[in-house]
């Protein structure tokens, strides 16, 4: 079974996937593979860098967030670097999900689950969701950035209410770090069990 796993910016999508890898998922990490798409000397880095001269740095790698400054607030931005960074996504991810073990259980960590359509191929779809002043007060925490720049990427992404309508399980971040692990585990035994019933109906 093919899981998506979702969440905005600082809602602990990380750590929920940490859990499903913990209990044997085959977890694949879009951040990872975007970040890869935009290493120094990829195609990708090139066409950004042709546009944006001042998002490369002079040792030829990413300056990420130079690249935030450009986009966020810019819709044909990001258009233009989504359409660069998420069909590599897409056939990488692809390719990882071949080398699974038969009857693995895939977690797919997207950020832009809905957004980019990618739930529309998975079995299930998990959203992880917290209040908006803890998200911020732990990204200000994490990154250093000010309210304003978490704000302007929260505004790029789905609200929170409508990935509600469209997650088939919810898991609500809104207590301890102890507290998300057990919520998580408690969808995750959910979705295991599925996928095995799966593998023995076949
Ligand atoms: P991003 O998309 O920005 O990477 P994310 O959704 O993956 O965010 P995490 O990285 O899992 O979110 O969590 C953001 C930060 O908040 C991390 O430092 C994480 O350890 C911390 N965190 C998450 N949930 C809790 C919690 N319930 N209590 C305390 N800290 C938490």
Redesign the pocket.
């Known amino acids: 079974m093919r899981i998506g796993l979702t969440?905005g910016?600082?809602?602990?999508?990380?750590?929920?996937g940490k859990v499903f890898a913990g209990l044997g998922a085959f977890l694949i990490d879009s951040?990872v593979l975007a970040r890869e798409a935009l290493g120094s000397g990829m195609p990708g880095l090139r066409a950004i860098g042709a546009r944006w001269p001042q998002v490369v740095g002079a040792d030829g790698t990413l300056d990420r967030e130079a690249l935030a400054a450009v986009i966020f607030g810019d819709k044909e931005a990001r258009l233009f670097v989504n359409g660069i960074v998420h069909p590599y996504v897409r056939e990488r991810s692809a390719g990882i999900e071949a080398t699974a073990p038969a009857g693995a259980l895939i977690v797919h960590d997207v950020?832009l689950l809905f957004e980019a359509g990618f739930f529309r191929h998975c079995d299930a779809n998990v959203l992880?969701v917290?209040p908006r002043e803890q998200r911020i007060a732990?990204?200000m925490a994490?990154n250093a950035w000010t309210r304003e720049e978490i704000e302007a990427r929260m505004a790029a992404q789905i609200d929170p209410e409508r990935a509600r309508e469209l997650a088939d399980f919810v898991i609500e971040?809104d207590?301890?770090?102890d507290?998300?692990r057990a919520r998580t585990k408690a969808v995750a035994e959910i979705l295991f069990r599925r996928n095995s019933m799966n593998d023995s109906g076949e």
């Open positions: 969440g910016i600082g809602s602990g999508k990380t750590e929920a951040d950020p992880v917290a732990r990204l994490r971040n207590g301890t770090l507290d998300l």
